[in-house]
């Protein structure tokens, strides 16, 4: 695998995560106990982090992107295994 796709594959990876990662931690303003602004959304964060979730969303996309990787060198999971409806009629896999 290149190292252009790997960088591609980690991008795709972090976005990910960092949508994933959003709402986990987040308090509004009634659960932190602090006064709402005028035309402020219920459900908006008293406080909002970015950099916290840049730095969980790159631990997480790095392991998720590792063991994507390692999966492809090593060939853990393939397309066979993940067949759930079998083989279709006429079907020939690939000679390797």
Known sequence: MKLTSII??????WVMSAFLLLPFGV??????GVAKVP???DSAPAE???WRIVVRATVLAAVLC???VANYIYGWVTVD???LFGTPPGYEPPRR
Request: net charge negative; proline share 4%.
């Open 48 to 50: 909002f982090h970015p």
């Open 81 to 83: 295994d993940v067949n």
């Open 8 to 13: 591609a594959i980690y991008a795709l990876f």
């Open 66 to 68: 590792g063991l994507y």
């Open 27 to 32: 308090r509004t303003a009634d659960e932190a």
């Open 39 to 41: 035309g402020q959304a």
